[in-house]
């Protein structure tokens, strides 16, 4: 089992920045995938951001709507994700969530990003 707790959302005025975290603990395999996905209201769960563990094919993959804007980076020591999401806009409101991606994948509980014009 693996467990994901998640911080770092709240509310914050366009234009502006949020940083998320995702720490994860238990059966942690070293090689993995984490990255953040949200769901924005009334809308279906899309992929915003996901990195592996470092070498080749491990490198970051954005959605189109945040390149530019938002950069995932993971300390592997840690086994922590982290979301900088910067220029911020009212359509990134969302929740979002935290994934885990090894032999099985993992969800955390989701935090919500609000984003106010």
């Known amino acids: 089992q693996v467990q994901l707790v998640e911080s770092g959302g709240g509310l914050v005025q366009a234009g502006g920045s949020l940083r998320l975290s995702c720490a994860a603990s238990?059966?942690?395999?070293?090689?993995?995938?984490m990255g953040w996905y949200r769901q924005p209201p009334g809308k279906q769960r899309e992929l915003v951001a996901i990195?592996?563990?470092?070498?080749?094919?491990?490198?970051?993959n954005y959605a189109d709507s945040v390149k530019g804007r938002f950069t995932i980076s993971k300390d592997n020591a840690k086994n922590t994700v982290y979301l900088q999401m910067n220029s911020l806009k009212p359509e990134d409101t969302a929740v979002y969530y935290c994934?885990?991606?090894?032999?099985?994948?993992?969800w955390g509980q989701g935090t919500q990003v609000t984003v106010s014009s």
């Open positions: 238990g059966s942690i395999f070293s090689i993995n995938a």
């Open positions: 990195i592996g563990s470092g070498g080749s094919g491990g490198g970051p």
């Open positions: 994934r885990y991606i090894a032999t099985r994948s993992y």
